[in-house]
């Protein structure tokens, strides 16, 4: 199976801020990496796919990048409703995997 | 649009069996894979496995063979997650998902969830 590891678990940021969250795969997924949102209570949301490519009604001040193993979710402009916990997810084979989640919190 | 509504709370306890549905609408429902996901409360996301209404087609992680049974019902739209032979530790929110395009292995759209706690 593909261990997707994610850094960091908890991260505090200010509004307007930017944040960077990374993820790392055991071995090569070749760009087959989502990320989601998911906000107290709710059930997750796609943002992002193909590592880099915007969910249709997703804002652009997320954005994704990587490949091979090491990948990267940016927040920029950090606005009250990003508040939530994201999760990579690899799906270049069977089991589809997620990392363990980085809760984001206001500073 | 694409919505999936899942059955409400169940209490369950130990031995016994749960079955949780999850009805689709607003797409062909045969022509997409249905998948289930497990999520403890304040801990991450597991993925159990999927199942394609088309042909009934299914494939269970390895974690949940024996545990999870998936079914679909297509006159109604509907996928079904049978657990069995519940423990404390199968407590947890269960989600169902819709792939994203075909042949994506996304999970483009959510159920609400369906809260399974198992106690005596």
């Known amino acids: 199976d593909i261990q997707m590891t994610q850094s960091p678990s908890f991260l505090s940021a200010s509004l307007g801020n930017s944040i960077t969250i990374t993820c790392h795969a055991s071995?090569?997924?070749?760009?087959?990496l989502a990320w989601y949102q998911q906000k107290s209570g709710n059930a997750p949301e796609l943002l992002i796919y193909?590592?880099?490519s915007l969910q249709s009604g997703v804002p652009s001040r997320f954005s994704g990048s990587g490949s091979g193993t090491d990948y990267i979710l940016t927040i920029s402009n950090l606005q009250p409703e990003d508040i939530a916990t994201y999760y990579c997810?690899?799906?270049?084979?069977?089991?589809?995997?997620f990392g363990g989640g980085t809760k984001l919190e206001l500073k | 649009q694409v919505q999936l509504q899942q059955s409400g709370a169940e209490l369950a306890k130990p031995g016994t069996s749960v079955k949780l549905s999850c009805k689709a609408s607003?797409?062909?429902?045969?022509?997409?894979?249905i998948y289930w996901v497990k999520q403890r409360p304040g801990q991450g996301l597991e993925w159990i496995g999927y199942?394609?209404?088309?042909?009934?087609?299914?494939y269970y992680s390895e974690k949940f063979k024996g545990k999870a049974t998936f079914t679909a019902d297509t006159s109604s739209s509907t996928a079904y997650m049978l657990l069995g032979s519940l423990t404390p530790e199968d407590s947890a929110y269960y989600f169902c998902?819709?792939?994203?395009?075909?042949?994506?292995?996304?999970?483009?759209?959510w159920g609400q969830g369906t809260l399974v706690t198992v106690s005596s």
């Open positions: 998902a819709r792939q994203g395009l075909p042949g994506s292995w996304l999970f483009a759209y």
């Open positions: 607003g797409y062909t429902f045969t022509s997409y894979y």
């Open positions: 199942i394609y209404p088309g042909n009934g087609g299914t």
């Open positions: 071995q090569n997924i070749k760009g087959w």
């Open positions: 193909k590592a880099s």
């Open positions: 997810q690899h799906y270049q084979s069977f089991p589809l995997t």
